[in-house]
C-alpha cells in the first residue's frame, strides 16, 4: 500500500532515498530500464559538455550521450538559448509553427533520398509509422526484419530483438521470438526474421513471402546486432529484392544517421525508399521523423480524397524539438561529422593497443562515430556470433561498473560508446587509460580468459 507518511519515507538527498521514494510510485523505480542499476539508479543533479554531475557532486565522463541522442554534449549553449527563446513564445499549439518548415528544409536538403519528411516524438513512432506507411502504399501485411535488431517497441519491430540459442532456431529460418509476454500470435506470422548480412539465406526467406512483405526493414549498422555495417553487397540485393517484388526498403537510421554528413545510407550504392529518424535529430529532445520518396509519404496526405494513413501526434513536430533539431544539425555540419569520426577512430585505436597490453581477447566494431567492444577474439560479424551468454553478461557489467564507480566513465552496458563533438583527446586517453586498467583487473581477466 502506498504512504505518505513522512517518517517511513527517508527525505534525504542520497540515491538510496530517491529510489526508495522512486519504487513507490514508478514500477521498479524507473520509467526507463536503460537507466536502471544494482542496487539502485544514480541521479543526475546537472550536465554540461561531456560531463555529468551526479546528486553527491561526482562528475562523470559520458561515452553514451543518453543513448546516442546528444550529438553535442549536454546543455550546449547555442541549443540552450535557442530553446528558452523559443519557450517563452509557446511549446506546442494546436496550429503549425514555420520551426517544423525550417527544419523539414535542412534535413531534405541533407540527404538526397529525403524528397519529404513527417515528424514524430520518438524512434519507435518513427519506425512504427515508416512500417504502416508502408503496408498503406503496398497493401501487404508482413514486414521482414533482421534477428536481434532493436527498432524501438512497436510489436512488429521488436520481433526476435532478444532471441537466444534456445528459441532462435535454425538459421536457414530463424523462429520470429516475441520480446514481450503475450504478443498475439498474428504479430509473429506478420515478421519474417533474416539473418543480417546474409544475402543467401536473406534473399530464399524473402522470397517464400514475396506477395506478402510490405517492407524490409534494415537498421544498416545495428547497434543490438554487434554494430557492424552491412555490406553494399547485402543492402544491394535487398534492394533488388524490393524493386522486384513491390516492397519498400525502409531503414531505421535512428542512430546510424550520424555516421555520414547525410546518413549511413551516403555509403551504399542503393538508397532506401523511406528512413526513420531520431536520436540526433531532436538536439536532446524527444523527435523522430519518417523521410523518403514523395510518391509513398503520400498516404499521409490529408488533402488526398482517399487518405490512405491518417497521422497525427498532441507533441508531434513541436517548436521546442524541432528548434533544438535545426541548430544541433546546423552545427553537425560535413567538418563537424569527419571530425567526430576522426576522434572515434583515434579512440578506437588507442583501446586496441589497451587490448594488447592487457592481453585480453576483446575485439572492437563499429563505424563513424561509434565503436563497441566483444569479449571474445575474433570480431564477430553475425547476432549470433555476437551473443553474449550470461558469463559474458557478467564481465561487462563488471567492467561496466568499474568505469562508472573507480573512474567515472560512462559507456552504454553493451559496452559501447556513442561519441559527442564535446569529446577531446584527453578525453580519449582518459578512456583508452580506463578501459586498460580495467581490461587488467584480475577479475575481470579470469572472467574473460
Ligand atoms: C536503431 C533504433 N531504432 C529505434 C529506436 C527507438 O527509438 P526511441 O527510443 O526514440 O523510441 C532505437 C532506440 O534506441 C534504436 O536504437
Given at each position: ?18 529510489y526508495?521514494r ?20 544514480y541521479y543526475?543533479a ?6 555529468i554531475?551526479?546528486?553527491?557532486g ?5 561515452f ?5 541522442s546528444?550529438?553535442?554534449g549536454h ?5 540552450v538559448?535557442?530553446?528558452?527563446k523559443q ?9 503549425a509553427?514555420e520551426?517544423?518548415?525550417n527544419?523539414?528544409?535542412?534535413l531534405?536538403?541533407?540527404s ?7 515528424f ?20 501487404k501485411?508482413k ?8 527498432h524501438?517497441?512497436y510489436?512488429?519491430?521488436?520481433i526476435?530483438?532478444?532471441?537466444n540459442?534456445?528459441n ?32 543467401e ?8 513471402n514475396?506477395d ?24 544491394e540485393?535487398?534492394y533488388?529484392w ?6 519498400i ?20 550504392s ?11 535529430i531532436g ?8 523521410a523518403g ?14 487518405l ?14 524541432t ?7 546546423e ?17 578506437r ?16 566494431t563499429?563505424?563513424g562515430?561509434m565503436?563497441?567492444?566483444?569479449f ?14 550470461k558469463?559474458?553478461?557478467?564481465v561487462?557489467n ?17 559496452m559501447?560508446?556513442m561519441?559527442?563533438t ?23 581477466k579470469k572472467?574473460?580468459v
Amino acid at each position: 500500500m502506498k504512504s505518505n507518511s513522512s517518517n517511513q519515507i527517508p527525505m534525504g538527498k542520497s540515491h538510496e532515498s530517491i529510489y526508495q521514494r522512486a519504487v513507490g510510485v514508478i514500477t521498479g523505480g524507473v520509467s526507463r530500464n536503460t537507466i536502471f542499476r544494482r542496487p539502485h539508479p544514480y541521479y543526475v543533479a546537472s550536465a554540461n559538455g561531456s560531463f555529468i554531475t551526479d546528486i553527491d557532486g561526482i562528475r562523470r565522463l559520458d561515452f553514451a550521450n543518453n543513448m546516442a541522442s546528444l550529438i553535442h554534449g549536454h546543455s550546449h549553449p547555442a541549443i540552450v538559448n535557442a530553446v528558452i527563446k523559443q519557450l517563452k513564445k509557446g511549446s506546442a499549439f494546436t496550429m503549425a509553427t514555420e520551426a517544423e518548415v525550417n527544419f523539414a528544409e535542412l534535413l531534405t536538403a541533407r540527404s538526397p533520398g529525403f524528397e519529404k519528411i513527417r515528424f514524430v516524438n520518438s524512434g519507435t513512432e518513427a519506425v512504427m509509422t515508416m512500417i504502416k506507411i508502408s503496408r498503406a502504399y503496398t497493401g501487404k501485411p508482413k514486414i521482414a526484419k533482421a534477428e536481434g535488431a532493436y527498432h524501438g517497441t512497436y510489436d512488429f519491430a521488436e520481433i526476435s530483438q532478444t532471441a537466444n540459442p534456445d528459441n532462435w532456431g535454425d538459421i536457414d529460418k530463424p523462429n520470429a521470438v516475441p520480446v514481450v509476454q503475450g504478443t498475439p500470435e498474428g504479430i509473429k506470422d506478420d515478421v519474417v526474421i533474416y539473418p543480417f548480412n546474409d544475402i543467401e539465406r536473406t534473399i530464399h526467406l524473402l522470397d517464400q513471402n514475396a506477395d506478402q512483405i510490405a517492407c524490409v526493414l534494415l537498421d544498416p549498422v545495428p547497434h543490438r546486432i554487434g554494430l557492424f555495417p552491412a555490406t553494399n553487397e547485402f543492402v544491394e540485393a535487398i534492394y533488388n529484392w524490393t524493386r522486384r517484388n513491390n516492397a519498400i526498403l525502409a531503414f531505421d537510421e535512428v542512430v546510424t544517421y550520424r555516421v555520414n554528413y547525410s546518413g549511413m545510407q551516403d555509403s551504399y550504392s542503393v538508397k532506401p525508399d523511406l528512413t526513420a529518424l531520431a536520436k540526433i535529430i531532436g538536439g536532446g529532445f524527444a523527435i523522430g521523423a519518417i523521410a523518403g520518396k514523395s510518391e509513398i509519404m503520400q498516404v499521409l496526405d490529408p488533402r488526398e480524397t482517399f487518405l490512405r494513413h491518417p497521422h497525427s501526434g498532441t507533441f508531434s513536430a513541436n517548436p521546442v524539438s524541432t528548434t533544438a533539431g535545426r541548430i544541433a544539425m546546423e552545427l553537425f555540419d560535413e567538418q563537424a561529422v569527419l571530425k567526430l569520426n576522426a576522434l572515434a577512430m583515434m579512440a578506437r585505436e588507442q583501446i586496441e593497443e589497451s587490448i594488447k597490453i592487457a592481453d585480453v581477447p576483446v575485439s572492437i566494431t563499429g563505424v563513424g562515430s561509434m565503436f563497441r567492444l566483444h569479449f571474445q577474439e575474433n570480431v564477430p560479424s553475425t547476432y549470433r556470433e555476437a551473443y553474449q551468454n550470461k558469463e559474458t553478461k557478467a564481465v561487462i557489467n563488471e567492467l561496466i561498473d568499474y568505469l562508472f564507480f573507480k573512474e567515472n566513465i560512462i559507456m552504454i552496458n553493451t559496452m559501447a560508446c556513442m561519441f559527442a563533438t564535446t569529446l577531446t583527446r584527453n578525453d580519449v586517453d582518459r578512456l583508452s587509460e580506463a578501459l586498460l586498467r580495467g581490461l587488467k583487473n584480475n577479475e575481470t581477466k579470469k572472467l574473460i580468459v
